[in-house]
């Protein structure tokens, strides 16, 4: 069975410029959640996605940031305009059951804004 | 407030040794404590986790001890092998919200 994969796995972009993280998730999975890793600090969720529904975007930093998951499958994060802070590692995980007791995660995509 | 504190940031441990990763929380309210592991390139993985009805859970050589009254739970890896290099995460959530509260990590080498 495929795990959960996130694409791409590295981006540099300049500060100004947008980009979109992409997280297939595990099939038949309802639950999706999307954490982020600044160098060297714990890793704070985003959002969480129910099916195609968001259930919870408390941990979005802030309106540059879009979460996506159309038709409840794969999700997308649209950063417009990227800034310098936004660099880091963003995580994807999915999970069969509500709660995050048996979440999956991605690789993980590494943001470089430059 | 939600914080989970984790240390040491970095451990090295000989091979064969004991591996002990602490954390402390400030929210009672946490009822879900686990452990990830994470290798280089890859995503965090469960790798444990203990709820605050126990003192004590131990799958193979890990082993979580948790004291609900001094707010501390700790990761004991026994007989420590270089495969077992890599960072650890302790986390916390509640039943109500499911928002995962991650410490910082402990970058972990075992030195053969």
């Known amino acids: 069975e495929a795990g959960v994969t996130q694409f791409p796995s590295h981006s540099v972009i300049e500060k100004g410029q947008t980009v979109t993280l992409r997280c297939d998730p595990i099939?038949?999975?309802?639950?999706l959640y999307w954490y982020r890793r600044v160098m060297g600090k714990e890793i704070k969720f985003l959002l969480h996605f129910v099916k195609e529904s968001k259930q919870d975007e408390s941990g979005m930093p802030n309106n540059r940031f879009l979460a996506e998951r159309t038709g409840g499958t794969y999700s997308t994060l649209k950063v417009q305009p990227a800034e310098l802070e936004d660099s880091g590692v963003y995580f994807c995980?999915?999970?069969?059951?509500?709660?995050?007791?048996?979440?999956?995660f991605g690789q993980g995509t590494r943001l470089t804004v430059v | 407030q939600q914080q989970v504190k984790q240390s040491p940031q970095s451990l090295i441990v000989q091979k064969g040794g004991i591996s002990i990763i602490n954390c402390a929380y400030e929210n009672t309210a946490f009822d879900y404590f686990p452990w990830y592991q994470q290798f280089p390139g890859k995503g965090p993985a469960l790798l444990i986790a203990?709820?605050?009805d126990v003192s004590e859970k131990k799958e193979g050589r890990f082993t979580i001890s948790f004291n609900k009254s001094a707010k501390q739970f700790s990761l004991h890896i026994m007989d420590s092998q270089p495969g077992d290099s890599a960072t650890y995460f302790c986390?916390?959530?509640?039943?109500?919200?499911?928002?995962?509260?991650w410490g910082a990590g402990t970058k972990l080498i075992i030195k053969p």
């Open positions: 203990i709820r605050p």
């Open positions: 995980a999915s999970s069969q059951v509500r709660d995050n007791t048996e979440a999956f």
């Open positions: 099939s038949g999975h309802d639950n």
């Open positions: 986390a916390a959530s509640t039943e109500s919200n499911y928002q995962l509260i």
